[in-house]
């Protein structure tokens, strides 16, 4: 019995230097499906923090480094550990205000195999 899923991904979330301050930001929206996978690339000339509740810091991305999270990336039935949906990626800086670049986050989960039928 097969119980192959497709890799899809949510539109890339990316937030300016010029947003990025000494209170939580939400960057983009919030994930429409279970997160399996997840990359942070912080291309701004400070460290960042990363939330997921808007108020604490769970991770710091040093300035120009990427931090990729392979939760579940290879299971194939939807039980076990994900990100939830209707996660919030809430950043702000650790010390000073960022002068250029932008962070981004790219988020992968799985969907349906056949195209248009469910987690596209």
């Given at each position: 019995?097969?119980?192959?899923?497709?890799?899809?991904?949510?539109?890339?979330?990316?937030?300016?230097?010029?947003?990025?301050?000494?209170?939580?930001?939400a960057v983009g929206t919030l994930t429409t499906d279970f997160?399996?996978?997840?990359?942070?690339s912080n291309a701004t000339d400070v460290d960042v923090y990363?939330?997921?509740?808007?108020?604490?810091?769970?991770l710091r991305v040093v300035t120009g480094t990427a931090k990729?999270?392979?939760?579940?990336?290879?299971?194939?039935?939807?039980?076990?550990?994900?990100?939830?949906?209707?996660?919030?990626?809430?950043?702000?800086?650790?010390?000073?205000?960022?002068?250029?670049?932008?962070?981004?986050?790219?988020?992968?989960?799985?969907?349906?195999?056949?195209?248009?039928?469910?987690?596209?």
């Amino acid at each position: 019995m097969a119980y192959g899923r497709a890799a899809r991904f949510e539109p890339l979330r990316e937030v300016a230097f010029g947003a990025i301050t000494a209170n939580y930001t939400a960057v983009g929206t919030l994930t429409t499906d279970f997160t399996r996978l997840f990359t942070i690339s912080n291309a701004t000339d400070v460290d960042v923090y990363i939330s997921f509740d808007g108020v604490t810091n769970h991770l710091r991305v040093v300035t120009g480094t990427a931090k990729v999270y392979d939760i579940t990336s290879n299971k194939v039935r939807d039980d076990g550990l994900f990100i939830p949906k209707g996660t919030v990626f809430s950043i702000k800086r650790v010390a000073g205000a960022p002068s250029s670049g932008q962070v981004s986050i790219e988020v992968m989960y799985a969907g349906s195999l056949v195209p248009g039928a469910g987690g596209v």
